[in-house]
């Protein structure tokens, strides 16, 4: 077994990284992936420690230009994505990021999420009902995919005429973040940000002019936010929301189907839900990798790596790693220690993770309460992505 078993561009890795994982972690925690021109970091304990490292951000444009370096500009035609993407806090850096963090959280407050909490539940069980009614299909369409679009929809205040455009401006949108995606998905993504953006602006000044209680009339109202961080707010709260807590679902159930126990013990005792969902989506990490620049020479385990290089966290070898969690191969519903990094850590520690824990335990204690008998009808796919890794379809009976 070598390195060479790290292949993000094989359907058949896709389906099953863990092993890849476990060889990098023992021989070569910190590896060179030339495909990707990435170090690609394995071990728990060094992706958790530079996820707060501050000689590392998710952009280097507020220290140097990319020339200085040693990048190329993106093309022209990219310059509506990266604009939106741009102007989100993911890829914002300190001051600019304590400042957006700040003005978004006077929005987007403990309060108003708290507030989502019975309407969740009521969206979660009125998919449920359907789903059930229905004799089972697609998990994913019906359920999985529905619930936080909609949530998100509720709370940014999009009307109801027009969600229908959210799940493929995301999906779009969300296509960028592969390694080195194709020219045909980075003009999807363009047209995504285009639409989105143009979408959004025209709400935004609606709501400024005539607010309601919704959270872009909120960020409207914030001192201080300018119209395009507004923008590339709400376009981060749907890509990462909507694309995380669909796949958490997905690959959960999947995970449980395969493991019968598992399933039989959530069913008998329903109060380990909160604790299960933590483990799931250590089990089956929804974002297996989070990418990092490197604003300063840096050594890991002995090997140097250089400033303007990029290092790939590997958040599903991290959440397996042995030197953390005991048996990591095994589905432990009762697990007790479980320091998993699905959202991320330090400054960009995911500002949803309250909101996605709604969510879960929502749909996850509809469909374990009113599908009591569901089971698969037949072995799902994954989608080709493996930065956002999440099946295509899951195909169940109730």
């Known amino acids: ?3 060479e078993l790290f292949d993000p561009w094989s ?18 925690p910190v590896h060179w992936f030339e495909p990707s021109r990435q170090y690609l970091v394995s071990r728990h304990e060094d992706v958790n420690a530079l996820l707060r490292d501050r000689r590392l951000g998710r952009s280097y444009l507020h220290v140097a230009s990319h020339e200085e370096m040693g990048r190329s500009a993106p093309p022209a035609y990219q310059e509506p994505f990266w604009t939106l993407n741009n102007n989100g806090m993911l890829d914002r850096e300190p001051p600019d ?8 959280s006077q929005a987007f407050t403990p309060r108003r999420v708290e507030a989502l909490r019975p309407v969740v539940q009521r969206l979660a069980d009125e998919l ?32 109801e005429a027009d ?11 969300c296509g960028m973040y592969e390694l080195n995606p194709s020219r045909e998905s980075a003009e999807a993504a363009v047209r995504a940000s285009e639409e989105f953006s143009d979408y959004l602006r025209g709400l935004a000044r609606r709501r400024a002019a005539e607010p309601e209680d919704d959270l ?6 914030v001192e201080g936010l300018s119209e395009d961080e507004l923008i590339g707010t709400c376009v981060l709260l749907l890509n990462a929301g909507h694309e995380a807590t669909v796949n958490v679902t997905g690959n959960g159930w999947w995970a449980l189907l395969r493991d019968p126990a598992a399933l039989a013990q959530l069913r008998a005792e329903p109060e380990l839900l909160p604790g299960a969902i933590e483990e799931l989506m250590r089990f ?44 990591p191969e095994r589905l432990d519903l009762r697990r007790r220690d479980n320091p998993h990094i699905s959202f991320g850590a330090g400054i960009h520690y995911c500002l949803g993770a309250p909101l996605a824990r709604i969510e879960l335990a929502s749909s996850f204690g509809a469909l374990l309460a009113k599908a009591p008998g569901l089971r698969l009808e037949r072995e799902p796919r994954w989608k080709p992505g493996y930065v956002i890794r999440g099946l295509e379809a899951l195909e169940v009976s109730v």
Do not use: C, K
């Open 1 to 3: 077994m070598t390195a």
């Open 11 to 28: 359907a058949e890795f896709v389906a099953r990284p863990y092993p890849a994982y476990a060889w990098l972690r023992e021989h070569a």
């Open 97 to 104: 990021h304590t400042r957006l963090r700040r003005l978004v």
């Open 128 to 159: 449920v009902d359907a789903f059930v009614a229905q004799g089972g299909g697609d998990l994913i369409a019906a359920v999985a995919e529905p619930l936080p679009v909609t949530v998100i929809a509720e709370l940014l205040g999009i009307p």
């Open 163 to 173: 969600r229908h455009w959210l799940r493929p401006w995301s999906a779009a949108i």
């Open 216 to 221: 872009v009339s909120a960020l409207a109202a």
């Open 284 to 327: 089956d990490t929804p974002l297996q990798m989070f990418e990092r620049w490197v604003l300063e020479d840096i050594e890991v385990r002995g090997v140097p790596i250089p400033r303007g290089s990029e290092v790939a966290l590997l958040f599903g070898s991290a959440n397996h790693d042995p030197a953390v969690f005991a048996d």
